[in-house]
């Protein structure tokens, strides 16, 4: 693997690891719904955060689908 995508795929691993420590789960008691959202975030940091992961892999292993 390029030293280039090993940087950058340790950087959006690095991101992640960040933000899994404020994954947060709430359960509707009355449709016992699950629901994950990331506390302090309006949900588009996460958004933007697996946007740029699925760029990432399509360019540089667009063959592992």
Known sequence: MKEEVRKILSILIKEQQVRKD???ISV??????I???YEGEDGKEYTRWLAK????LDVNFPDDK
Do not use: A
């Not at 509707?28 to 719904?33: F, K, L, Q, V």
């Not at 992961?53 to 990432?56: A, C, E, L, Q």
């Open 53 to 56: 992961v699925k760029r990432f």
């Open 35 to 37: 629901r994950y959202y």
């Open 22 to 24: 404020r994954l947060k």
């Open 28 to 33: 509707n008691s009355t449709s016992r719904r």
